[in-house]
């Protein structure tokens, strides 16, 4: 099998074919610490895109309850304990390297070329069960803890853990399709399934960790999230030709999540683009973590894990960097306050940031950590280098005119 470098576990590993990049790649970042759970991206994609016959179990992007919620039931937990069982050493991370398995290296020796499952029909039917639930079912099989997680203050925790597809560099969807169905835009690196050439053997279903690959009974082919394509390529006639983020992202109530596209190197790791908003959250303040990156998969969704959540948990889901993320999301610096103002801003794709310095407007300590805040402004740029919108670390304080305009 050939070997490919996957810089996410910092070392090279089996993958099925040649390692083949894009120009630019299709990454987003989700700020788990402000989702609120309310599902508006969850719609904005159903009511664009599964709306159909034989689409009703289908959710492209869903947004699950942690430590118990998933869709399909249980998704990590079965594959964890898979992984668990090919990696007799456990999951093992020596330092930034991970030293297990991944799903293509722990793949059986005859048949499949990844390790996976295929969900029941029974998986597929509650999308959203343990909603709002901290605490799981005594004496299942699958459940993650005895009694729920106990925190000194609060006893139980959970958080909402919004996923879409993360068109991944080394895909496991397409590394299992007997059919050669599944391919990645080299512009773009979208993922994406022939229908064409799809024959519904749902190799894709049982081989994608993150389960976001479905099968639609009604066309007998499986179907997956397009990363609204159209949006991303600028064909929306909303935005007279300027690139577009995805129904999920630019619908987000909570103004938490930021997708874009980022540059590769020829050697499949991300390009230097300082001023790049994903560049700087995964790359300089290294605050948002790909999802289970021991999959193996190098998946483009990012997750600033949510600080109140215990560490072996998070270490498990998100790898090694979680501490130091937290520790800097917790005291955040000037530049990383006042990138986290670019979210949701706007419903256009982001190529470079600016920042304009202004005045010093609060003082504090923060978990034993001088903190600053300044009123500075940030601007962002498109594809072309246009602005696209300036905004303030400083909400504006607006006063309403003494009459309103509905008043007689
Ligand atoms: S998340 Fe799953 S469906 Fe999406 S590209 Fe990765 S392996 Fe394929
Ligand atoms: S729209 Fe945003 S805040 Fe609401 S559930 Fe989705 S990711 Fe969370």
Redesign the pocket.
């Known amino acids: 099998m050939p070997k490919v470098r996957n810089w996410q576990i910092n070392r090279e590993m089996d993958y099925p074919y040649e390692a083949a990049f894009p120009e630019r790649q299709f990454a987003f970042v989700?700020n788990t610490n402000?989702?609120?759970?309310?599902?508006?991206?969850?719609m904005a994609c159903k009511s664009t895109w599964t709306f159909s016959k034989g689409q009703e179990h289908m959710w492209w992007t869903n947004?699950e309850t942690k430590p118990y919620g998933g869709y399909p039931a249980f998704w990590d937990a079965k594959l964890l304990k898979l992984l668990d069982e090919r990696n007799p050493d456990k999951q093992v991370w020596e330092e930034k390297t991970f030293r297990g398995q991944t799903i293509f290296e722990g793949a059986p020796p005859h048949g499949s070329r990844v390790m996976g499952y295929l969900p029941t029909d029974q998986d597929w039917a509650t999308p959203n069960l343990y909603e709002d639930n901290a605490v799981g079912p005594k004496g299942e099989v699958d459940k993650l803890h005895e009694t729920g997680e106990q925190l000194p203050v609060h006893k139980t925790w959970f958080f909402?853990l919004?996923r879409l597809c993360n068109h991944c560099s080394y895909p496991a969807c397409l590394a299992a399709c007997p059919r050669q169905a599944i391919y990645k835009r080299p512009e773009d690196g979208i993922v994406l399934i022939d229908q064409s050439r799809c024959r519904g053997y749902r190799k894709c279903v049982e081989a994608c960790p993150y389960k976001k690959s479905l099968y639609r009974p009604t066309t007998r082919v499986s179907e997956k999230c397009i990363a609204c394509y159209p949006r991303v390529e600028g064909k929306d006639p909303e935005t007279g030709g300027q690139r577009m983020e995805t129904r999920?992202m630019a619908?987000?109530?909570?103004q938490?999540?930021m997708q874009g596209l980022v540059k590769m190197t020829k050697e499949g790791d991300w390009a230097e683009e300082r001023q790049h908003p994903l560049y700087y959250l995964v790359k300089v303040a290294k605050i948002a973590l790909p999802l289970y990156p021991q999959f193996g998969t190098e998946p483009n969704g990012y997750y600033i894990p949510p600080r109140w959540v215990p560490r072996d948990y998070l270490f498990q889901m998100f790898g090694p960097g979680v501490e130091e993320a937290i520790e800097r999301y917790r005291v955040p610096d000037r530049e990383l306050v006042a990138v986290l103002q670019l979210f949701r801003r706007s419903n256009r794709i982001i190529y470079r940031y600016e920042i304009e310095e202004g005045p010093k407007v609060y003082e504090s300590e923060f978990h034993g950590k001088p903190f600053t805040l300044y009123d500075d402004t940030v601007i962002a740029f498109g594809e072309k280098g246009e602005e696209l919108f300036r905004t303030k670390v400083e909400e504006p304080f607006l006063t309403r005119p003494d009459k309103h305009i509905n008043w007689v």
Do not use: D, E, W
């Open positions: 989700i402000r989702c609120i759970g309310c599902q508006t991206c969850t947004v909402y919004a999920c619908a987000c109530i909570g938490v999540r």
